[in-house]
């Protein structure tokens, strides 16, 4: 969940360095920290919190050199302090680390009894000592850094400097993403292309136990017996992005806003709107012959696979399981023969999704994945890998990236649907034609945004939360309170509406805001049902809902807000928008960190 970077360049590196971090700060932010090399000697500078604090150390204490390193954490061994912050040094090797070292107490241990002193609380400073220690023994610094490594259990990616070295650093990866970049005479490390973006468009993504070797003039690959490697050099389409919030006042608030685009750009990816058709590219397997889809997910991505769920069993009749993927492979799951499997990540290097993925190949699985990221390690490993074109998301929330993986999993339970009969060609365009038109109404939503900005005022007084609905509208308020937690602070919980009745009535009273997403349709009437039974127990409820929903309900509800009438197909989709903009707007009146809340970053690649 860290993000790192290296440069072993030929100009002024610390800019580079500080820029690179600052795009990378999504990935963590509780302390952040540079080392270059200058006339031989390693230097660095370190401190707590965020980029901006570090900037201002750097301000007063001016970093020189070309060749450099540079690390954001997000902390997992040892407290959030400057001297837990990144790189980790002595005075002969400098190291910056994402991931978790798995042995480190023996390791520690170990070195500690051959005289090594050490000085944080953290897993990534055995790395530094066990270098060292190789070194002392007379070893070069490829040997030592490759007789490190066979030590080392757990998820890394790595990036190291020596003193006296300006022509070397080294990277590896296990477990954790680590992408090599090429430029006019510079080689460079990185956690993600996005990292790299400014600096090169030719990008070689190492693989599960790469090491890489960078000199100014070249970079040797060896796999994890030591056995040197070509990988193939892939041009990036985040090169050259520049990511900024524009004129809004967080990057969230600005992604939200981008919706429409973005939903409209995934679309255009899979729809043919003359036919009103979903084309997909060509899968390893028939629809009509896979007996069950097991689906994966982390966080939103989970909450989009729930949705996908009822899309699939629905529409296509195919009986899907979706799980947590931090639980998935360790129930062991049994899988049918000439299974499929999904799975569904924003980054693509999610560590619990990956290792789900790994479990399924085992067990002879088809693999699909739904990514933003079409370079990232789920995609690579995929059989087939649909991608999401959300653009880069740098708020931690996830808002676009979650309603673009909507999009393709209803085009994918729409051709499911029509590859194993259960959808007529009629009934396939009447779907698609609700999809293609979910843009335009976004659009016409978001430019009627300022009821919420005033019930936001509202909830920023509450102490907890309820988000209920029914249908595919329960997973989505799931994702509703999700989404309202983690950036405001305050406590709120998703439930299915018919089981507020077995305990979560207890909770309800006059003080308690209850969202409830009920849009006209099939389940309204039941729905309606439960919001009376809130009502009745003073609960204050927010509706949301088309005219006809609100007409129905009548008196009783705190607050109605009002969205465009949809096809229950995608109003899911569309739902997702108020609750997203809910979430922000309470967070913003809290004067939380929208887009960097505390203990959490973007992309979880640690377990």
């Known amino acids: 969940m860290c993000g790192i970077i290296g440069i072993l360049g030929n100009k002024a590196v610390t800019p580079l360095l500080m820029d690179a971090l600052k795009r990378l700060e999504y990935r963590g932010y509780d302390s952040a920290g540079v080392a270059t090399l200058l006339n031989g000697r390693i230097d ?9 604090n570090l900037e201002g150390v ?30 980790h040094a002595n005075t002969e090797v400098a190291v910056v680390h994402n991931g978790i070292i798995e042995n480190f107490r023996a390791l520690r241990k170990e070195l500690e009894a051959a005289g ?129 919030k524009g004129s809004y006042r967080h990057f969230m608030q600005k992604e939200i806003f981008e919706q429409p685009v ?51 069993e629905q529409m296509a009749r195919l009986p899907m399981d979706i799980d947590i993927a931090s639980e998935f492979r360790y129930r062991e799951a049994p899988l049918p023969e000439n299974g499929a499997a999904l799975f569904i990540s924003q980054s693509g290097e999610t560590i619990d999704t990956l290792s789900a993925l790994r479990y399924t190949r085992q067990e002879k699985q088809h693999i699909l994945s739904i990514v ?10 995929s059989d087939v890998a649909l991608q999401t074109l959300a653009g880069p998301e740098i ?59 005033d019930i936001a005022n509202e909830m920023a007084d509450a102490s907890d939360i309820l988000y209920m609905g029914r249908g595919s509208m329960y997973p989505l308020a799931l994702e509703g309170a999700l989404k309202f937690k983690e950036i ?61 929903g609100i007409e129905a309900i009548g008196e009783g509800v705190t607050h109605a807000v009002e969205v465009p009438e949809v096809s229950p197909f995608v109003a899911p989709i569309l739902y997702a928008l108020p609750l997203q903009l809910l979430a922000y707007h309470t967070a913003s009146i809290k004067g939380t960190d929208v887009d960097q809340p505390r203990n959490l970053a973007k992309s979880v690649t640690v377990e």
Request: hydrophobic content about 40%; aromatic content about 6%.
């Open 44 to 52: 660095r500078r370190r401190a707590e919190g965020k980029i901006v």
């Open 58 to 87: 750097i301000d007063e204490q001016p970093l020189g050199g070309t060749v450099g390193i540079g690390h954001t954490r997000w902390a997992t061994h040892g407290r959030p302090t400057e001297s837990n912050a990144h790189p």
């Open 116 to 244: 090594h002193s050490f000085e944080t609380e953290t897993d990534t400073e055995v790395v530094v000592h066990l270098v060292t220690d190789y070194l002392n023994s007379q070893k070069s610094p490829e040997e030592a850094v490759a007789a490190t490594l066979k030590r080392l259990h757990g998820a890394f990616a790595l990036a190291i400097i020596f003193a006296g070295r300006h022509d070397l650093m080294i990277g590896a990866r296990r477990g954790s993403p680590l992408a090599l970049g090429y430029g006019d005479g510079e080689l460079y490390l990185g956690s993600d292309s996005l990292a790299l973006a400014p600096l090169t468009d030719r990008i070689c993504f190492l693989e599960e136990g790469d090491w890489v070797v960078l000199h100014k003039d070249e970079a040797k690959i060896y796999d994890q017996e030591d056995r040197p490697v070509d990988r193939p050099v892939t041009r990036t389409v985040m090169s050259g992005a520049m990511i900024g």
């Open 262 to 312: 973005v939903i409209g750009d995934t679309l255009q990816s899979y729809v043919d709107p003359l036919s009103r058709r979903v084309t997909l590219p060509e899968m390893p397997f028939d629809f009509a012959q896979i007996p069950r889809l097991t689906a994966s997910a982390c966080g939103t991505a989970y909450y989009a696979g729930l949705i996908g769920k009822y899309w699939f």
């Open 372 to 381: 933003n990221q079409p370079e990232s390690a789920i995609a690579r490993e």
């Open 395 to 453: 708020g931690v929330a996830s808002t676009k990236a979650f309603t673009t993986q909507l999009v393709v999993l209803a085009c994918l339970a729409l051709a499911a649907g029509r590859a194993r009969g259960s959808l007529s060609s009629e009934r396939e365009a009447e779907l698609t034609s609700a999809l293609i038109e979910v843009p335009a109404q976004a659009s016409y939503f978001l430019e009627r945004e300022a009821q919420l900005i």
């Open 488 to 548: 405001s602070y305050l406590h709120a919980e998703g439930y299915a509406a018919g089981e507020l009745k077995h305990g979560a009535m207890a909770l309800i009273d006059e003080h308690v805001p209850i969202v409830v997403c009920a849009p006209s349709g099939p389940l309204f009437d039941k729905t309606a049902g439960n919001i009376q039974e809130v009502i009745a127990r003073g609960g204050r409820v927010v509706l949301i809902s088309d005219s006809q």
